[in-house]
């Protein structure tokens, strides 16, 4: 954030540092910029208010992965103020879809302000080693006003904030290489009581599924403490995911005094032109996208939603469809047959084999009845498994369907002077005979004539 050491995940322990992020003396801080753009750009994207002016403190604290014994962090003029994260229901859990408690609910924010982070501590059996990699990396904290009011909402809201940050490019948002991370404070009260109960902080939260359980522990366990009239302590606790529960950290009496003041190196920061330069860089978010899916592509607000969900799926099916004359089932393709197809591969949508262009080719083979549906599940696992065009395997197979008029009249002409006596049964209201008579065409034309167009051929036929 303060320095030009590098961040990369999973480098050998302390080998990207430097003066400044070891915090050696007289060394100085110079504000990255991009992070500055990047917190904005966040900002933007979640309707916050931006602080004209905005300026850098120092967060003064003792601990081991505090190499300078205080993090550059704000305080009272952070960058960002107010938003809102919209929730919607591919979110939460797919178990709790159904019982959703408030639909498009809008968790509002208090602030988003830019630091550095801290070194990262690595727990051994009889000692404790420290990665200074990490330190100085630069770190967005987002806080939202306490109006989460269940496990689920919580998982929703990541979820969400997550999608969104992809979205920007602001950061792959992986919680397993430390890019999100979340502290959570749980308070319980009684229904009839207005204010808070006191707040217990958890860490050691390491996946948006872990906070969930995590939360619905702690509810239980403080709710069990009020329930036995005992009173909850305000407390840091942390997240034990094998026991499945939370343990006791450290209590907190009173609030830390941090004795913030303004970092005497590094001068206030004005953002009006960081905010005009970063503005264009605002995409369209999720909720906007899956409404313009369901308008422009007339696919249903679900099908919508699930495209969205992932950045770079809406894009695929955005470049197959820009183009198709039924969008709406391309989206089908790719809802049902594409992703178990590369589900079972163990691939992602940016390796597919079948390129967008591939599929609207492939869709349109089976709406004008050069292949059937069922020829088609054929070609699309060949197309999956070789990268060849449907028209390439289509032709390479001669497995083109029949769809011209006049030679399935030919043949079906053939079929009702051969069988005198299914045309009879059909004409005396037996309309089952009719599926024989199709299958005597289908047959005479070596499986290839187009069984719709033979079914209403014949009853035509056999109707005049």
């Keep these: 954030m303060f320095c030009a050491s590098p961040v990369e995940f999973g480098a050998e322990p302390n080998t990207h540092t430097c003066p400044v992020c070891l915090g050696y003396p007289g060394a100085l801080p110079v504000v990255n910029e991009e992070a500055l753009r990047m917190t904005l750009l966040t900002g933007l994207m979640l309707g916050c208010n931006i602080a004209p002016v905005s300026k850098f403190d120092r967060k003064n604290y003792f601990y081991p992965d505090m190499p300078k014994n205080y993090q550059i962090s704000q305080y009272d003029m952070p960058l960002c103020t107010n938003g809102t994260v919209s929730l919607h229901d591919l979110a939460y859990p797919k178990d709790a879809q159904k019982n959703i408690l408030t639909r498009d609910k809008e968790v509002h924010l208090v602030r988003i302000h830019l630091e550095e982070d801290v070194a990262k501590s690595f727990h051994f059996e009889n000692h404790t080693g420290i990665d200074f990699n990490r330190a100085g990396t630069p770190l967005m904290e987002i806080v939202t006003q306490p109006e989460i009011n269940s496990p689920e909402e919580a998982f929703a809201f990541l979820t969400a904030l997550k999608q969104i940050l992809i979205y920007g490019a602001v950061s792959d948002a992986d919680m397993e290489k430390g890019q999100l991370r979340c502290d959570c404070n749980v308070s319980v009260r009684p229904d009839d009581q207005a204010e808070l109960g006191a707040k217990v902080e958890l860490k050691n939260l390491n996946s948006i599924s872990g906070v969930r359980r995590a939360l619905a522990y ?132 940016t390796d597919c084999p079948i390129q967008p262009a591939m599929l609207d080719e492939f869709v349109n083979l089976i709406d004008t009845g050069k292949i059937s549906g069922k020829q088609g599940k054929d070609v699309f696992a060949e197309m999956f498994a070789t990268g060849k065009t449907a028209a390439a395997i289509v032709k390479e197979k001669g497995i083109e369907q029949l769809s011209d008029v006049s030679a399935i009249e030919a043949l079906a002409d053939q079929v009702i002077a051969a069988n005198a006596k299914p045309v009879a049964d059909f004409r005396a209201g037996n309309i089952a005979s009719l599926n024989f008579l199709k299958g005597q065409v289908i047959k005479l034309s070596k499986g290839k004539a187009n069984p719709q167009l033979v079914g209403e051929i014949l009853e035509k036929k056999l109707s005049s």
């Design 218 to 349: 702690e509810i239980r366990r403080q709710t069990s403490i009020l329930e036995r009239d005992e009173e909850i302590e305000q407390e840091t606790r942390g997240w034990d995911d094998v026991a499945g529960e939370t343990f006791l950290m450290r209590t907190k009496e009173f609030a830390h005094d941090y004795r913030y003041f303004p970092d005497p190196d590094l001068v206030p920061v004005k953002t009006d032109a960081l905010v005009a330069e970063v503005r264009h860089r605002v995409p369209e978010l999720p909720k906007a996208k899956r409404a313009r899916f369901v308008e422009q592509y007339q696919v249903s607000p679900y099908d919508a939603a699930v495209l969205a969900d992932d950045l770079e799926l809406a894009s695929y099916f955005e470049a197959a469809a820009k183009h198709a004359k039924k969008p709406k089932i391309i989206a089908n393709w790719i809802l049902n047959d594409l992703q178990n197809a590369l589900s079972a591969a163990g691939k992602e949508i």
